[in-house]
């Protein structure tokens, strides 16, 4: 079967940094998203690797490594608007989107 | 760019009642729309995909004759629930993508349903 594996709740302060990680066993890969879900509202579009290696905008980056069905956002100087869900999501052989049951982040002052 | 409007973004409804809900891209042409449905602190759960002028594929377990889908245009599809009941409130997330080939999905923002 196709699965999804992310971290239900984290936990961290204002200012800092936060890793979360995704893993993932899919029939073929065609790409991974991470996507940001508020609550109550619907996911916005956070980024998308395709390759190996290491994805930077601006303060989230998202590194994708195929050989380990691994991949993981980093989130820097988090503001409390980064309180959110985060939702990990691959494209398939089918190029049919796979979700993770998303991580819910907490951001303390 | 990549902006879908979803309408209504709440409804409340009568059992019994259908409820159609509408999904357009506004600045592109989407070839291929998706319909998802999210519980409290579930992730998303694919529906449906509708492409352009032809039937829409539903994933298995959910009733294509409950959820009709209509993908008339390249910036339009509408999923109305018919006879609905208390079992199927739930929010109800369209989503587009562009018809260039590109792969992300751009959500609208989301219908909250509730059937009394």
């Known amino acids: 079967g196709q699965n999804i594996d992310q971290p239900t709740e984290m936990t961290a302060t204002e200012g800092a940094i936060v890793q979360i990680n995704c893993t993932y066993q899919?029939?073929?890969?065609?790409?991974l998203f991470w996507y940001q879900q508020h609550a109550g509202e619907a996911p916005t579009f956070l980024s998308y690797?395709?390759l190996d290696g290491l994805e930077e905008k601006g303060r989230f980056s998202s590194f994708l490594s195929r050989s380990k069905g691994y991949s993981y956002l980093l989130l820097k100087e988090l503001q409390m608007k980064d309180s959110a869900s985060y939702l990990c999501a691959v494209l398939d052989s089918n190029y049919q989107l796979i979700w993770g049951a998303g991580t819910k982040l907490i951001i303390k002052p | 760019g990549a902006v879908v409007s979803q309408h209504p973004s709440w409804v409340i409804c009568k059992s019994g009642t259908s409820v159609k809900i509408e999904c357009r891209s506004l600045?592109?042409?989407?070839?291929?729309m998706f319909w998802y449905r999210q519980f409290p602190k579930q992730s998303l759960m694919l529906m449906a995909t509708s492409n352009e002028g032809s039937k829409a594929t539903y994933e298995q377990g959910v009733e294509k004759d409950k959820f009709l889908i209509n993908h008339a245009s390249l910036t339009l599809s509408t999923l109305t629930v018919t006879s609905a009941h208390p079992e199927d409130s739930s929010f109800y997330i369209c989503?587009?993508?562009?018809?260039?080939?590109?792969?992300?999905?751009?959500f609208g923002a989301g219908t909250r349903l509730s059937v009394l």
């Open positions: 690797n395709v």
């Open positions: 600045d592109f042409q989407a070839t291929t």
């Open positions: 899919t029939s073929g890969f065609n790409g």
């Open positions: 989503s587009a993508s562009r018809s260039t080939g590109e792969d992300i999905q751009y």
